[in-house]
């Protein structure tokens, strides 16, 4: 996309301190360029690497439950097909954007390289607000969209997973939808419910994925789970799976926070407890089992390991010189933005990047989409141990590119990732 091109020649690494799409997109092509240049690319396949392989927007226009129409724009960039068919979420979000969508499919082509599965990177989504939409105009809406995109997508060619605003029932939708134009084809999608082909271990996975990543980390330097203090920001499906099997290891979750508030206990917070409490009242206020605390504060809470879970960008200048934490474990995409990345890294604060400590979930996905095409399903255990020893090997890998290249963990996994997609453009014969 233009931007790209835009970014790429002035090497840009913000448009605007508060503008973290743009942010996400200018660090994106920051840390690929990096890791090109680690890697010694030749300047053509450099800039070939970077440009998205289709990008598709489409008009998506539905009856509403009142009988007026409304038309919301829907977008697919596929990124890169070099090692397999393309793989990426599909967001429903009012500030879905052709450049966020595209830096975060450029995110995908490395990070399933990085933990080495045969997919390269997409990503989609439409500009609309789910909330704002009754159950039945979110299904007539995901329909259209994948009538307009169905002989763009494919069990061999894109396969689509849920995203933020979207879920498993938008899934069920996409697959039967996509169906009725090429017959029964669960492998689709994946993050689809149990009953039409889901896995087993999904929902958990990038949680559960993000502690294995931490264990890996910590086994570098002699520590354990059980013997640190975490926080926790973004307690919602993957910051609650970390926290809760954090607290099972033994680990002490000493400060939790979500949009509705946050929530601190010096001698660990009974997570279980937590977990029940939101539950029944839908928010993390008036919790009996900790104090309240500001929101803010909590990044720069003192902690052993901070475990951000939600948005992007929320590590900065003006508070990465006040973070506390020794460790720091990506679980949201893109939570430091490059000018914290460098006050953290000259505090000496370690942190595992996005690209891998995130990866839980599509290598899950990418377990789903092997059931379905075997017509085999698994049993959680095996998705389990799968996954963690997926999740070993590719920190092993980072840290042997980090000794190679002499350099962070997070240009170690982009130049993992960024090499493997290389050398497989290569080796098909790019320039033929």
């Not at 020649?9 to 913000?14: E, Q, R, Y």
């Not at 045969?118 to 259209?144: H, N, Q």
Request: proline residues 4%.
């Amino acid at each position: 996309c233009l931007i790209n091109l835009i970014l790429w020649v002035l090497g840009s690494t913000s448009l605007s301190d508060n503008y973290t799409i743009m942010n996400a997109l200018a660090a994106t092509n920051r840390n690929f360029r990096h890791a090109a240049r680690l890697l010694g690319l030749d300047s053509k396949l450099e800039k070939s690497l970077l440009i998205p392989f289709r990008e598709i927007k489409v008009e998506c226009t539905i009856p509403k439950d009142d009988g007026t129409l409304a038309s919301y724009i829907g977008f697919r960039v596929q990124h890169d097909n070099a090692r397999g068919p393309m793989k990426g979420g599909i967001r429903y979000h009012p500030e879905v954007e052709p450049d966020e969508v595209n830096a975060l499919a450029q995110l995908m082509t490395w990070k399933t390289a990085v933990v080495n599965i045969p997919y390269g990177g997409a990503k989609g989504g439409i500009g609309c607000t789910p909330r704002d939409l009754s159950k039945s105009e979110l299904e007539r809406l995901t329909r259209v969209f994948t009538q307009k995109i169905h002989d763009l997508i494919g069990v061999n060619t894109d396969v689509p997973a849920p995203d933020m605003g979207t879920n498993a029932q938008t899934m069920a939708w996409i697959l039967d939808e996509y169906s009725k134009f090429h017959g029964h084809s669960p492998a689709i999608v994946t993050g689809k419910p149990i009953d039409l082909g889901g896995s087993l271990g999904r929902e958990a996975a990038t949680g559960r994925g993000v502690v294995f990543a931490t264990e890996a980390l910590l086994k570098e330097y002699g520590k354990s789970i059980k013997d640190l203090t975490f926080v926790v920001q973004g307690f919602g499906n993957v910051g609650s799976w970390a926290a809760r099997l954090i607290h099972e290891r033994g680990g002490k979750v000493i400060a939790v926070s979500d949009i509705t508030g946050a929530v601190k206990n010096p001698t660990g917070i009974d997570i279980p407890a937590l977990l029940k409490h939101k539950e029944e009242t839908g928010s993390l206020v008036n919790f009996t089992g900790g104090d309240v605390m500001d929101s803010d504060e909590l990044l720069v809470h003192e902690c052993d390991v901070l475990i951000p879970c939600a948005l992007g960008g929320v590590l900065n200048r003006e508070n990465a010189g006040n973070v506390r934490a020794k460790f720091i474990i990506e679980a949201a995409n893109h939570p430091t933005d490059p000018e914290a990345d460098e006050i953290l890294s000259k505090k000496g604060v370690i942190i595992l990047p996005d690209i891998y400590a995130n990866a839980g979930g599509v290598t899950v996905s990418y377990f789903e989409w092997v059931q379905n095409i075997q017509g085999f399903m698994w049993d959680e255990d095996k998705v389990n141990m799968e996954l963690k020893r997926y999740m070993a090997s590719a920190f092993s890998n980072i840290k042997n590119m980090c000794q190679t290249h002499n350099c962070n963990l997070r240009m170690g996994a982009f130049s993992l990732g960024v090499n493997r997609v290389a050398r497989a453009t290569n080796l098909r014969g790019w320039e033929a």
